[in-house]
């Protein structure tokens, strides 16, 4: 899909406005393209994991200090950052006391693809190479992310910022900072260029990274990478991955996404359990599936892509048991712009059949948009470019806001709350 990636960096880099929810405005002209009674986190009410969630988030909405983690992984959607970040928004912004921190991201402009717009790490470019697991002739370790980073020059410097055209009503700070990279490679020393910044470090060699612990709170810092030894051979840092810490109580939302990944280039990822093991996650959103399937009726293997399905949702058990689990099933897309995708449908009762066997919920958005074919309708009506698999700013703002009316609807049918209170509550937000 490298054609539809220079539409989705486009799409990324339009002038943001504030948030605000789309649907009602919406209503009237797109409407129709939108099946309203199928936005439901489905079998979220016979779900343990589920019910113990949302007591939580309805805890800190009610103005209670407690900590929440929602960790979304997922492709191109997901990198881009567009509707996981409007979510995050509306999540943060629930209270005063919500906001937790910015958590775990990844600098993918090093790595020379596209960047979220919602924080900034950069340096000179022209000195890394990037490495993603979706692209078979890469090889690097790889983490969390499923990219990869490596400088092999001199040096350089990073520029971190933890906002960038975000829109809570506070900005991020952060007084810790974890900076994962191959540790089990000593070539490099990274220092902190500002000299009146008071700080400790660890390394920790298991989890491949150096935490560095602030005496106070910033939202900004440069970190000098610098060779050890000149005449080292085939030195390589190899950046894979930066978290923003704070103690902040609230809703911690980290997305993780790589351009073009599916669940068998997730698994080139050697380091991704043994750094997702550093977390806790009380819900896990999984939107992997759209290149899966991304190829003609013919060459689609269901039962492998069921087999890798349920190896992710397993090793995210191994983790954390008690974690809710929410299956998502890709939106509808056409192969190569031109051929209807019946694989799409085969993945849908696949997704439907695990969630029964392990007690999960579904997000189908398959079936909100409409189903085969509708990405046609969804394009004509400029809520998707030619491509058909990515959405335009409209589209994913539509997306995102589905999404929380479907979470809301959940969470009220699970605690009792009022739903339009809680509805109004976030429509109104208008960060």
């Given at each position: 899909m490298k054609y539809a990636l220079t539409i989705l960096f486009l799409l990324i880099n339009v002038t943001?406005?504030?948030?605000?929810?789309?649907?009602?405005?919406?209503?009237?002209?797109?409407?129709?393209?939108?099946?309203?009674?199928?936005?439901?986190?489905?079998?979220?009410?016979?779900?343990?994991?589920?019910?113990?969630?949302?007591?939580?988030?309805?805890?800190?909405?009610?103005?209670?200090?407690?900590?929440?983690?929602?960790?979304?992984?997922?492709?191109?959607?997901?990198?881009?950052?567009?509707?996981?970040?409007?979510?995050?928004?509306?999540?943060?912004?629930?209270?005063?006391?919500?906001?937790g921190q910015r958590g775990f991201v990844f600098p993918y402009h090093l790595a020379h693809t596209n960047n979220p717009s919602n924080y900034r790490i950069s340096a000179n470019r022209d000195l890394w190479q990037g490495y993603r697991c979706s692209i078979r002739k890469d090889s690097i370790a790889w983490g969390l992310a499923g990219v990869?980073?490596?400088?092999?020059?001199?040096?350089?410097?990073?520029?971190?910022?933890?906002?960038?055209?975000?829109?809570?009503?506070?900005?991020?700070?952060?007084?810790?900072?974890?900076?994962?990279?191959?540790?089990?490679?000593?070539?490099?020393?990274?220092?902190?260029?500002?000299?009146?910044?008071?700080?400790?470090?660890?390394?920790?060699?298991d989890k491949m990274y150096r935490e560095y612990r602030f005496s106070s709170n910033i939202d900004s810092l440069a970190l000098q990478v610098r060779l050890k030894d000149t005449t080292a051979v085939n030195p390589e840092f190899a950046l894979m991955g930066v978290e923003f810490m704070n103690d902040n109580e609230g809703i911690e939302y980290t997305s993780i996404g790589v351009n073009g990944a599916s669940f068998d280039y997730y698994q080139r990822a050697a380091y991704f359990e043994k750094q997702l093991d550093l977390y806790k996650p009380d819900l896990f959103i999984i939107s992997i599936g759209t290149n899966d399937a991304y190829m003609p009726k013919s060459r689609f293997d269901a039962e492998k892509f069921r087999a890798n399905y349920e190896a992710f949702i397993q090793m995210i058990q191994r983790i954390n048991p008690e974690c809710a689990i929410l299956l998502t099933v890709p939106?509808?897309?056409?192969?190569?712009?031109?051929?209807?995708?019946?694989?799409?449908?085969?993945?849908?009762?696949?997704?439907?059949?695990?969630?029964?066997?392990?007690?999960?919920?579904?997000?189908?958005?398959?079936?909100?948009?409409?189903?085969?074919?509708?990405?046609?309708?969804?394009?004509?009506?400029?809520?998707?470019?030619?491509?058909?698999?990515?959405?335009?700013?409209?589209?994913?703002?539509?997306?995102?806001?589905?999404?929380?009316?479907?979470?809301?609807d959940a969470w009220a049918n699970s605690t009792n709350r009022d739903k339009e209170e809680l509805l109004t509550h976030y429509h109104n937000l208008d960060e």
């Amino acid at each position: 899909m490298k054609y539809a990636l220079t539409i989705l960096f486009l799409l990324i880099n339009v002038t943001l406005s504030a948030q605000q929810y789309v649907l009602d405005s919406i209503e009237p002209t797109l409407g129709s393209l939108i099946n309203r009674e199928a936005n439901t986190f489905k079998m979220a009410s016979e779900s343990p994991a589920f019910n113990q969630f949302f007591a939580k988030l309805d805890s800190i909405y009610s103005g209670k200090k407690d900590k929440l983690h929602i960790f979304h992984i997922g492709g191109s959607h997901i990198q881009a950052d567009i509707y996981s970040n409007k979510i995050r928004t509306y999540l943060q912004n629930t209270n005063e006391v919500s906001q937790g921190q910015r958590g775990f991201v990844f600098p993918y402009h090093l790595a020379h693809t596209n960047n979220p717009s919602n924080y900034r790490i950069s340096a000179n470019r022209d000195l890394w190479q990037g490495y993603r697991c979706s692209i078979r002739k890469d090889s690097i370790a790889w983490g969390l992310a499923g990219v990869t980073a490596a400088l092999r020059v001199y040096e350089d410097t990073i520029y971190l910022k933890s906002n960038h055209r975000n829109y809570t009503k506070k900005p991020y700070d952060f007084n810790k900072l974890r900076l994962f990279y191959n540790t089990w490679k000593n070539d490099y020393e990274v220092n902190i260029l500002d000299e009146q910044l008071e700080f400790t470090d660890t390394l920790n060699l298991d989890k491949m990274y150096r935490e560095y612990r602030f005496s106070s709170n910033i939202d900004s810092l440069a970190l000098q990478v610098r060779l050890k030894d000149t005449t080292a051979v085939n030195p390589e840092f190899a950046l894979m991955g930066v978290e923003f810490m704070n103690d902040n109580e609230g809703i911690e939302y980290t997305s993780i996404g790589v351009n073009g990944a599916s669940f068998d280039y997730y698994q080139r990822a050697a380091y991704f359990e043994k750094q997702l093991d550093l977390y806790k996650p009380d819900l896990f959103i999984i939107s992997i599936g759209t290149n899966d399937a991304y190829m003609p009726k013919s060459r689609f293997d269901a039962e492998k892509f069921r087999a890798n399905y349920e190896a992710f949702i397993q090793m995210i058990q191994r983790i954390n048991p008690e974690c809710a689990i929410l299956l998502t099933v890709p939106n509808d897309d056409y192969y190569r712009r031109k051929y209807l995708n019946y694989n799409t449908a085969i993945q849908q009762e696949i997704i439907m059949q695990l969630a029964r066997k392990y007690h999960m919920a579904v997000w189908d958005f398959y079936e909100i948009m409409g189903g085969l074919g509708s990405s046609n309708k969804w394009y004509k009506n400029k809520l998707m470019p030619r491509d058909r698999i990515h959405f335009t700013y409209l589209g994913y703002n539509i997306k995102a806001d589905l999404f929380m009316d479907a979470m809301i609807d959940a969470w009220a049918n699970s605690t009792n709350r009022d739903k339009e209170e809680l509805l109004t509550h976030y429509h109104n937000l208008d960060e």
